[in-house]
DNA sequence: CGCAGTTTTGTCATTATTGTCGAAACAGAT
DNA sequence: ATCTGTTTCGACAATAATGACAAAACTGCG
């Protein structure tokens, strides 16, 4: 859909127009900065612009992607037999990000983009982390995806409820008054706790 | 966002936008329907289409409020001492909906939309089941939202997991041979199943 | 190097979407 | 019916985004 990102060539263009983007966004502001005056800093024609980004808007995520394959890495990294909830405990604490960009970018965001936009974003990033841990779980009973329906659906359902987990926690954080990050720390560990508990019984109690 | 519909008068407005835009969609597909053709066959400009349409593509999803308010009665009007898993159960299984059109709509959507599209409209029910769900799980414990903070994460991550369930369920049957609707009810139930065991133990036993 | 095939850009044209501001339609009170 | 404040609509202009096709840059190979 927006993604040449091939070779040597193309890399340097979306690497320019994300440079060029950044500039003029943190000078001017999202809405105030034309794609036209984007693809113009970096040297090349708007269509090549839409070439590399699916909207403007769509430079505000441009970083994403590196942070879901750290995590993904990250869980594959695990010890197979280790508990699925150690390994996502282990692997969301050691996540590592630039506290500067992360804040500059989360302001962007908020200034250009409507609320509904970013819950939208948090959605898929939940649904890329419930995947991520499918994929870890599943490398326990089928490694192709042949599994058996029954196992199929115990890791599809398993995995997204620790993703529930997670992101309830971050729900729940967000909408009360303590906003310190060891409240959030905090209310994951209790909530990957109560899962877990559940987990002894439930239909998933293998993992 | 896009919806004034306060009055009688914006109510035709949308209405007439509305069917002209499945008759010429219907006749002619989504994509070779222009907005300016919509607006004109319902006799206003274009700029009032946008008043009432986020987007052309919003078009495809104009029926999806009523269902949710739908289901969110449906839980509501369950007694306030069934399990919740026994609410969702019949709410989802009672749902009532109209072969024809929502066969139309689905096609339209796939000529329309490009697979993560459809996808992350998926994730929006899903998060506004989950939400129908916590609202429901609330009642019981503080209708106003005052709950201490441990009760308000059990009710976000139960709700949440019950989601997760359901929706896990479709993705699997979605991904599997068996297209039956007798095997999605058959996933459905034994996904629910397995929270409502979990259940048991977990945090959120007292649901 | 020079050629044939592939990828990436540019240009042009068309449609989609949004901001602004003033006119028209509407609801309620006099 | 007339006045008045509010909602909805139209007209116009400026961006945003996409489709189609040709030119330019890059690749591997003889």
Same mark, same amino acid.
């Given at each position: 859909?927006?993604?040449?990102?091939?070779?040597?060539?193309?890399?340097?263009?979306?690497?320019?127009?994300?440079? $060029?983007?950044?500039?003029?966004?943190?000078?001017?502001?999202?809405?105030?900065?034309?794609?036209?005056?984007?693809?113009?800093?970096?040297?090349?024609?708007?269509?090549?612009?839409?070439?590399?980004?699916?909207?403007?808007?769509?430079?505000?995520?441009?970083?994403?992607?590196? *942070?879901?394959?750290?995590?993904?890495?990250?869980?594959?990294?695990?010890?197979?037999?280790?508990?699925?909830?150690?390994?996502?405990?282990?692997?969301?604490?050691?996540?590592?990000?630039?506290?500067?960009?992360?804040?500059?970018?989360?302001?962007?965001?908020?200034?250009?983009?409507?609320?509904?936009?970013?819950?939208?974003?948090?959605?898929?990033?939940?649904?890329?982390?419930?995947?991520?841990?499918?994929?870890?779980?599943?490398?326990?009973?089928?490694?192709?995806?042949? $599994?058996?329906?029954?196992?199929?659906?115990?890791?599809?359902?398993?995995?997204?409820?620790?993703?529930?987990?997670?992101?309830?926690?971050?729900?729940?954080?967000?909408? *009360?008054?303590?906003?310190?990050? $060891?409240?959030? $720390?905090?209310?994951?560990?209790?909530?990957?706790?109560?899962?877990?508990?559940?987990?002894?019984?439930?239909?998933?109690?293998?993992?």
């Amino acid at each position: 859909m927006a993604k040449p990102a091939q070779t040597a060539r193309s890399e340097r263009t979306r690497e320019a127009l994300r440079r $060029a983007a950044l500039v003029r966004f943190l000078a001017q502001g999202v809405e105030n900065t034309s794609a036209e005056q984007i693809a113009a800093d970096a040297g090349v024609s708007l269509r090549t612009f839409y070439r590399h980004f699916a909207s403007k808007h769509d430079l505000l995520f441009a970083d994403y992607d590196a *942070g879901l394959h750290w995590f993904r890495s990250a869980l594959a990294a695990r010890p197979d037999d280790e508990p699925i909830i150690g390994s996502v405990r282990a692997a969301i604490f050691a996540f590592p990000y630039d506290v500067e960009a992360v804040t500059q970018i989360a302001a962007l965001r908020a200034e250009a983009l409507d609320p509904s936009q970013i819950v939208q974003h948090i959605r898929q990033v939940e649904s890329d982390f419930a995947e991520a841990v499918a994929e870890r779980l599943a490398r326990l009973t089928a490694p192709d995806g042949g $599994a058996p329906i029954g196992e199929r659906l115990a890791v599809t359902v398993t995995a997204r409820c620790v993703a529930a987990a997670v992101f309830g926690a971050m729900e729940v954080w967000m909408l *009360g008054e303590e906003r310190s990050l $060891a409240e959030l $720390a905090q209310l994951c560990h209790s909530a990957l706790s109560s899962i877990e508990a559940g987990m002894v019984d439930g239909m998933f109690r293998h993992y």
